[in-house]
T-cell receptor, first 114, second 116 residues
Framework: GENVEQHPSTLSVQEGDSAVIKCTYS??????FPWYKQELGKRPQLIID?????GEKKDQRIAVTLNKTAKHFSLHITETQPEDSAVYFC?????????????FGGGTRLMVKP | GAVVSQHPSWVICKSGTSVKIECRSL??????MFWYRQFPKQSLMLMAT?????????EQGVEKDKFLINHASLTLSTLTVTSAHPEDSSFYIC????????????FGEGSRLTVL
């Protein structure tokens, strides 16, 4: 089955700095890579996703890059703000009509210091 | 976006009792729903895939007789923790896929179970 590794487990940055979280996956058949933000005690919220037919996707301060050959993908947050503080999870799956079973990384606790 | 609702959000029960958690897709139909378990400061671990009208598919190590899943309609899946014990205390989250929105997974609010 799929195995997703995520690093670092904790990340502390100053407000305004950039934050980068990296994930690797094991199943070369995986073709869908979402990133979720989870605040304490709340549900995960999708913040950005990327499919294997593109190498990069950007949405305002958030960007994701994908290297299919190396089987790794990264989340980049620029101009971080205190409200970006949360736990971020990467995930990987094979996206098909039969369902979308996600395998999650271990999570990264991001702390943005004002 | 689509809405997935879970109920209850908090439940405290005595050891040995059973607890049912509901997961509803409010504005879309979901033939497949997923149940996860999350321990404090840990990732979401998939427990089982709930399939409408058929048996759930359980992940390795998850006891199907302890965690009963029923997906009787296209908008409702239930997880029943039977004979709960303190080690079952956890945050349980469901998700459902809205194919109309491109297949994005939407998560329920989660249900925090505390077994005394």
């Amino acid at each position: 089955g799929e195995n997703v590794e995520q690093h670092p487990s904790t990340l502390s940055v100053q407000e305004g700095d950039s934050a980068v979280i990296k994930c690797t996956y094991s199943d070369s058949a995986s073709n869908y890579f979402p990133w979720y933000k989870q605040e304490l005690g709340k549900r995960p919220q999708l913040i950005i996703d990327i499919r294997s037919n593109v190498g990069e996707k950007k949405d305002q301060r958030i960007a994701v890059t994908l290297n299919k050959t190396a089987k790794h993908f990264s989340l980049h947050i620029t101009e971080t703000q205190p409200e970006d503080s949360a736990v971020y999870f990467c995930a990987a799956s094979t996206f098909n009509n039969a369902g979308n079973m996600l395998t999650f990384g271990g999570g990264t606790r991001l702390m943005v210091k004002p | 976006g689509a809405v997935v609702s879970q109920h209850p959000s908090w439940v405290i029960c005595k050891s040995g009792t059973s607890v049912k958690i509901e997961c509803r897709s409010l504005d879309f139909q979901a033939t497949t729903m997923f149940w996860y378990r999350q321990f404090p400061k840990q990732s979401l671990m998939l427990m089982a895939t709930s399939n409408e009208g058929s048996k759930a598919t359980y992940e390795q190590g998850v006891e199907k007789d302890k965690f009963l899943i029923n997906h009787a309609s296209l908008t409702l899946s239930t997880l029943t923790v039977t004979s709960a014990h303190p080690e079952d205390s956890s945050f349980y989250i469901c998700s459902a896929r809205d194919q109309a929105s491109g297949g994005e997974l939407f998560f329920g609010e989660g249900s925090r179970l505390t077994v005394l």
